[in-house]
């Protein structure tokens, strides 16, 4: 595969993959372990990436995974080099850089991605280790007075800053403002603030000379609330977030990955696929780049047991094969209850091979 910033850019979006999401913070993960009553320790978390990493036939869905610092470090059971176990299938390692959101001075209930300090520095370690892309996450909430315009510029800013140190390093920088679904607020309200959102960090990315060829857009959807007493149908959401993204984002970006930002996950495979099918013109390609929604049955099937290895493995590669076909608009309820195994290949490349 070609190293080059823009042609690893155009492997994470190839046609039917997607990017796994698997950078919660150690603080992140353990909450989702507590839940299920499995014990964080180094090694359990060690165990768990490694699982989400080799399910048998992962890499005909699966582009890139993110890893957090700790994960780059770790090797598997068998002594290898985790980023080693993704590249040898064909995985591109990512990582991400960012150290958090903090309060945002002066702007009660609003945060700053930080991260910038000794970044550069930390790039090129990672890159050394294996890294061909990077992640930085800037959270945007919604009330009926926020975001602020500080907050919107300081995280546009911040995010156009990491993005051109990433090129600098030969990394590929996924850039993702992440507009939050908690609140009351509605699909209008929450595409208001995604297109502002976007047009602050499209206009700080040219300010500071990104070259979009070889960064990935990594948004939320056009969404109503968590709380709001009006759900958007699938299609209101599909034809709001299109809209959105062909109103705010250039045609020389290659893809944007969608996060999934707590939908529940065979939402999130449906929005996206009901997305992909518009009769709009789509620049770019649009894939995903899920956390949650693809971690969340797996998680639960392996529940921190050795015997249950196969069964979380399936459980992720079911959620990934469904959404790699969502990626295509190709998606289909049936595929639910259609539990092709990793093994089966005739299952594999029933839907993406034409
Ligand atoms: P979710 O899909 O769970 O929102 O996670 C994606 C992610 O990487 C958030 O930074």
Known sequence: MSQDPESIATALVASGKGILAADETVPTLTKRF????????????????????????IA???????????TIRQKSAGGIALTKV???????????VDTGAKPLA??????VTEGLDGLRDRLSTYREMG????????????TDRLPSSACVSANANALARY?????EQNLVPIVE???????????????????????????????????LEAMLLKPNMVIAGKKCARPASVQEVAAATLRCLRRHVPTAVPGIVFLSGGQEDRLATVHLNAINRLPESKPWKISFSYGRALQDPALEAWHGQDENLKAGQQALYHRARCNGAASLGMYTEAMEVDSASPSDSTHRHEWHDD
């Not at 002066?106 to 945060?111: A, D, K, M």
């Open 106 to 111: 002066g702007h009660p209930g609003e945060s």
């Open 131 to 142: 890294a061909r892309f990077a992640k930085w996450r800037a959270v945007i909430h919604i």
């Open 177 to 211: 403002p992440e507009v939050l679904m908690d609140g009351s607020h509605s699909i209008e309200r929450c595409e208001e603030v995604t297109a502002n959102v976007l047009h602050a960090v499209f206009g700080a990315l040219f300010e500071q000379r990104v070259l």
């Open 86 to 96: 993704l590249s040898n299938q064909g995985i591109l390692p990512g990582i991400k």
């Open 34 to 57: 507590d839940t299920l009553g499995i014990p964080s320790t180094e090694q359990s978390r060690c165990a768990y990436r490694e699982m989400l990493f080799t399910p048998s036939g």
């Open 60 to 70: 005909d869905f699966i582009s890139g995974v993110i890893m957090h610092d700790e």
């Open 163 to 167: 993005a051109a140190l990433c090129q």
